[in-house]
């Protein structure tokens, strides 16, 4: 069925009818539906008008309504057509209504930029994800199936259709199957998402897939893997020139992520280990697409265009290699708009090397936070925008489904990413001789000098991957080459032709010498080959790799690869095959030395392999230098008999401190976390009790009560007691204390855990805060009531709220913990703030606890239970909102401590992570949704951010958000921001929470506050000066605390002396605000009230960290230098507006030392990019 494009004879009474649904739609509506008027008239040109497109570009509308609706996916096939999956049913079919969504076929038969005919190739579907041509037809991803849809008679539509795979997973109709691309290698990748689990039956077996990743299936055989699992939506994937992966996060925030094949990324089921996204704190994206050719300016060559959706923008990033990967730089917007509708969702560089952008065209976007009937949803709408470069011309491509192999196979090298991969396309489908016949005939051809040669072997060999067509020589010759890149993906070809690898090849001596390769990204790519590889010595070959220097992604693909072969290579160290010192058997492989099977058992945990390493080490074959880590990781993983062996290592007069306390900490995460403890007598411990290093006491304290070392028990109360004592060392003594029992230890937690005595200074005072909190948790271990009792005094002085929140958190923490502290509030009031703090954290908490908020009310005097917000209250903050809100305002009531909002919520990346980040909050959602999530937090809970209650064999209770988590353990992320690790065999009962953001939150704010602060959400992410900042600034700030310690400290050194030496020093996190400056007011500081003008000062002190990744000279600019002192990495930089330092590869700190008497305003750190510069590096929220 086709049609041809027409314009509406009618726009007027269209526009009218629209306007009259509106306004009659509002008088039927609750609340949750007031912001109806937002919605704009669906009308392209005006659409149109509202695009703000890059310098050098226009703009011009492809496709629209009614020649398409509502594209979720696009791709084109070798003939230049676009094809979409449009889905008016989407997110959820009504009852009783017939499924009716389409794939559609777009044209522009006459070349002239807009397609003038939509052909309907199929219909009938249930919310068809994506599409792409293939194998004449087209795969279609329908639900919980891959459908190929076949046009057998040439009437443009499907006739056939044919089951390809079925069971993915439908708990959630946005992260079903979706996002189909063609590799370069001809295998399918398709993606699912973080609520689906699939599980499908193929000719190799049963293949899962539990939450997010990217699937890889090769149609001929039928063969379906897993490439990479994990992000939260995963809307996008791509290669680049030479084949490497990168993928984009549409419910993320990590902006472009380089993938390792098989690695594990956020959110990844049953992965103890996960890589992260290139760009931390980024807005969440939509689509991917890696752009080229010569319609395009230089400098986009190579470059990755994906859209924040959200947001209302199509965004462009720069790569720039990197080690391993790589450094990802956000660049000026392709396409940037506040028009509400503008949903760009996919994006696919065109034929004519115009870059086309799927718009789904929506006001609405929320799937599981917004009613799925909400009237606000568009079913009708959508665009198709096609992006040129002014004044260059458009690219002419071949008629490629006309060209003979021949003709096919000289186009591998064509400047356009279009033609190369459609001409391999078509060669896809040929026949597999013919195909090969013409390959090796141009390879022939080809001049020796000709600089594409290489590119044109690699560009043959993606082609014999989809033949399955192995050609080892041609193999051998890239590996040879002298650009990396082209080593590193020919390494990735061989992965797919492993099974055919002789071990004695030339081909496979040569993959065994590459993982000596100087370029990480090639050892890298060797190691996930070898893996698949799967014999002894590619297992030797893959632990080699670790004794050399790893960069992140190196490394986690080493561990990842030894892992996968540890049956192999732990049967050969178990049956005395390996050792250390032995030359392996095969020519490619280096002697090994200890290093490698050091870190081998470490990253595999391997227990078994302990015995063997005792072994080793007792013959000498381990080297000196190593004996101090083969020790640390025996303390690790051994048992009883092993454990004894460190434990006398650790107390042996030749071990140096900072070694020993390495072992000591060791033993201590042997008890705690596997309940082990050496063999034998315990008591050689004693002396380091007493011991005049800090940390290594620490610990020693720490093991005395782990171990039950009672007659320790005096010399440790002495410690507990001690003021002059460090706190932390009090603290451990404390908790040593509650271990061990007993009378005389209860009775000093009892003291210790009544008021301070009233000291001089407060900075002492509030040290000792943490020994009596301390001091409180032990008591609930012997004697809880006493604990609850404690607990109900403190509250009732009107501790900070630190405090508050931490003794909230210890009685939270236990089974009928909540119901004893609230019988022991039965006699105490508490100040109407303390009891406002305490129930925050209680409803902070995920659970309900009503016998505990009611006792908090009652004894705050607070009334009976959050404000119960009117219909009409809401309506006059709404209308506030429009007519009175100030966004800068709102800004500060979202910074005030005591609403807490940024120890739960980042704003691109920086803040907290206990809720969403916030980053372009207010392009996608709505003024009502907003306000309601701000004093209804429980109504809606945003997706992947429900909480769970463990409760635990021991009595303890932890809730939160799951972060992750694998078959051994589960990562809570708690109220506090701080990520809990829970064994899972210590878990006796899950069950579902609330939010984590507290109830009545918003019930101190004024009602102008409250419209303030939504005004302010409502402009996060839109174009404006809430967008997301285009410069890399200090975002996360560390603010010296004036301490007791600190005091004395600058009084008794410099300024440097005491940033230099850094210990026993209290730093307090602080944010930026959205535009990267950080206000000074109500931030810690030192203020002397000295009599001697000299001496008198008002000085605050900050502190952030700069990743250097290639070393250089790096650029820091301050919005003004006034009264502002630098110091980077310890060392004094001159004042200036403008810093240069040439600083080497890894972390470096910066300080601030700001003059308050000189400045108070604002100060903003830039990561300045000056053109050419050699320095990459960035500042990381």
């Known amino acids: 069925m086709s049609s041809a494009c027409h314009r509406d004879q009618f726009p007027s009474l269209r526009l009218l009818l629209l306007a009259m649904f509106a306004l009659l739609s509002w008088g039927n509506e609750g609340f949750a539906q007031r912001d109806l008027k937002n919605i704009p008239v669906p009308d392209p040109a005006e659409e149109l008008k509202s695009l703000e497109v890059a310098d050098g570009f226009e703009i011009n509308l492809f496709a629209a309504d009614p020649l398409i609706h509502k594209p979720i996916q696009m791709n084109f096939d070798a003939q230049g057509r676009l094809w979409a999956a449009a889905s008016e049913i989407y997110p959820q079919i009504e009852p009783g209504k017939v499924a009716n969504d389409k794939i559609l076929v777009l044209e522009d ?18 919310i068809p994800t994506a599409v792409i041509p293939g194998d004449g037809g087209a795969y279609v991803a329908n639900s919980t199936e891959l459908v190929h849809f076949k046009d057998t008679n040439g009437d443009g539509k499907a006739d056939e259709s044919r089951v390809i795979l079925s069971g993915f997973g439908t708990e959630d109709t946005h992260h079903i199957l979706h996002t189909f691309r063609w590799g370069f290698d001809g295998l399918l990748y398709m993606n699912q998402s973080i609520y689906i689990h699939s599980h499908i039956e193929t000719p190799f077996g049963v293949r899962r897939l539990n939450a997010g990743g990217i699937w890889q299936y090769r149609p001929p055989t039928g063969q379906l893997e897993v490439f990479a699992r994990g992000w939260v939506n995963t809307w996008g994937h791509h290669f680049d020139r030479y084949g490497q992966s990168f ?11 380089f993938v390792v094949p098989g ?10 280990r996960i890589l992260h996204g290139l760009n931390p704190g980024s807005p969440k994206h939509c689509g991917l697409e890696v752009v080229d050719g010569r319609h395009l300016p230089d400098d986009w060559q190579g470059d990755l265009i994906t859209n924040d959706f959200r947001g209302h923008r199509v965004c462009r990033f720069k790569l720039t290699p990197e080690g391993t990967g790589y450094v990802s730089k956000p660049m000026p917007d392709l396409v940037r708009t506040n028009h509400v509708a503008f949903r760009p969702i996919d994006i696919k560089q065109g034929p004519d090397g115009a870059i086309y952008i799927a718009d789904w065209y929506n006001p609405i976007i929320q799937h599981g ?8 949803r568009d079913h009708t709408h959508g665009r198709i925008w096609r992006v040129t470069a002014k004044g260059r011309p458009l690219v002419k491509t071949p008629a490629l489904q006309s060209l003979s192999s021949a003709e096919l196979v000289a186009l591998l090298t064509a400047p356009e990413q279009f033609t190369r991969q459609q001409a391999k396309l078509v060669l896809r489908e040929k026949p597999r001789s013919e195909v090969i016949a013409a390959l090796e005939k141009h390879a022939a051809s080809l001049p020796a000098e000709d600089p594409l040669k290489n590119d044109w072997l690699l560009e043959s060999l993606w082609v014999r991957v989809a033949h399955q067509a192995p050609d080892f020589k041609t193999c051998e010759l890239l590996m040879n080459s002298s650009d990396y890149r082209l080593r590193a993906a020919t390494v990735r070809v061989l992965g797919h032709w492993h099974q055919n690898l002789n071990s004695e090849s030339p081909v496979m001596v040569k993959l065994l010498q590459l993982a000596k390769d100087p370029h990480s990204q090639v050892r890298m790519e060797v190691v996930r080959t070898l893996s698949a590889v799967g014999t002894a010595d590619a297992a030797r070959a893959v632990l080699n790799v670790a004794a050399e220097p790893m960069d992140e992604f190196l490394e986690y693909a080493v561990w990842l690869s030894a892992n996968e072969l540890a049956p192999v290579w732990h049967a050969a160290v178990l049956h005395g095959k390996w050792s250390p010192g032995d030359q392996a058997t095969s020519p490619g492989i280096a002697k090994s030395s200890i290093e490698p099977w050091l870190y081998g058992i470490k990253a595999t945990k391997a227990v078994q392999l302990i015995p063997v390493l005792v072994q080793w080490l007792q013959a000498g074959k381990i080297p000196e230098a190593e004996i101090a880590s083969t020790m640390e990781i025996i303390g690790t993983l051994g048992g009883p008999p092993q454990l004894s062996l460190v434990l006398n290592a650790a107390i042996d007069q030749t071990t140096q401190a900072t070694q020993r306390s390495i072992l000591l900490e060791a033993l201590a995460g042997a008890k705690k976390s596997r309940d082990i403890q050496p063999a034998g007598n315990l008591e050689k411990i004693a002396p380091f009790v007493q011991s005049k290093e800090l940390r290594e006491q620490l610990v020693a304290v720490e093991l005395a009560g782990l171990w039950k070392q009672a007659q320790l028990a005096g010399e440790i109360r002495q410690l507990a007691s001690d003021r002059n004592r460090d706190v932390n060392l009090r603290v451990a003594a404390v908790q040593a204390l509650a271990r061990l029992g007993g009378t005389e230890n209860q009775t000093l937690l009892e003291q210790l855990s009544k008021p301070s005595e009233k000291v001089a ?5 509030n040290e000792t805060d943490g020994v009596r909190l301390a001091a409180i948790r032990g008591l609930m271990v012997s004697a809880s009531e006493a604990a609850s009792q404690a607990s109900a005094l403190w509250l009732a002085e009107g501790p900070a709220p630190d405090v508050v929140s931490e003794l909230l958190q210890t009685f939270l923490r236990e089974k009928g913990g909540a119901v004893l502290l609230a019988k022991s509030l039965v006699t105490v009031k508490l100040s109407e703030d303390t009891a406002k703090l305490a129930l925050r954290s209680v409803t902070g908490s995920g659970r309900e606890e009503p016998q505990l908020q009611a006792a908090l009310r009652e004894s705050g005097h ?4 959050p404000k119960v917000w009117s219909t009409e209250e809401l309506e006059s903050i709404l209308k506030k909102v429009s007519t009175e809100g100030n966004a800068a305002r709102g800004e500060q009531v979202f910074r005030r401590a005591e609403l807490a909002c940024m120890k739960c919520h980042a704003i691109g990346g920086a803040g907290g992570a206990v809720g969403p980040d916030l980053v372009s909050i207010g392009a996608s959602a709505q003024l009502d949704y907003l306000l309601d999530s701000m004093v209804t937090p429980n109504k809606q809970v945003k997706e992947n951010y429900n909480t769970v209650i463990l409760a635990l064999a021991d009595g303890r209770v932890q809730s939160g958000i799951v972060t992750r988590k694998s078959a051994s353990e589960i990562v809570l992320r708690d109220a506090n921001d701080v990520e809990v690790v829970v064994p899972v065999k210590e878990i006796e009962e899950q069950s579902a929470g609330t939010s984590l953001m507290p109830a009545g939150l918003a019930d101190g704010l004024t009602q102008t506050e409250l419209a303030d602060l939504i005004t302010f959400l409502s402009q996060l992410g839109k174009i404006g000066p809430y967008a997301p900042p285009s410069g890399k600034y200090a975002m996360r700030w560390e603010v010296l605390v004036p301490t007791d310690p600190a005091w004395t400290k600058l009084y008794r050194t410099s300024d440097t002396e005491l940033l230099r030496q850094g210990q026993g020093l209290e730093w307090k996190t602080a944010y930026s605000q959205v535009n990267g400056a950080l206000p000074l007011a109500d931030l810690p500081a030192f203020r002397t009230r000295d009599r001697l003008a000299e ?6 002190f900050l502190k952030t960290t700069a990743t250097v990744t290639t070393a250089g000279e790096v650029v820091l600019s301050l919005n003004d230098p006034a009264g502002v002192e630098i110091w980077i990495d310890g060392e004094s930089i001159p004042q200036a507006q403008i810093v240069r330092k040439s600083l080497g590869a890894g972390n470096h700190v910066i300080h601030l030392a700001i003059d308050l008497q000189k400045r108070t305003n604002e100060v903003r750190l830039e990561l300045a990019a000056e053109k050419g510069a050699q320095a990459k590096w960035q500042i990381k929220p």
Do not use: H
Not at 249 to 257: Q, V
Not at 761 to 765: E, K, L
């Open 862 to 865: 607070l009334g009976s239970g």
């Open 263 to 272: 690695a594990s990324y956020p959110t990844a089921a049953n992965s103890p």
């Open 109 to 126: 038969t006459n070349a002239d930029g807009q397609a003038d005919k939509t052909t309907v190739f199929a219909d009938g579907l249930l």
């Open 761 to 765: 200074d407060a900075a002492v005072v």
């Open 247 to 257: 993928a984009t996060d549409g419910a993320g925030g990590e902006g472009i992520n």
């Open 1095 to 1100: 001496k008198a000062r008002q000085v605050m």
């Open 369 to 376: 936070e917004v009613d799925f009937r909400d009237p606000r």
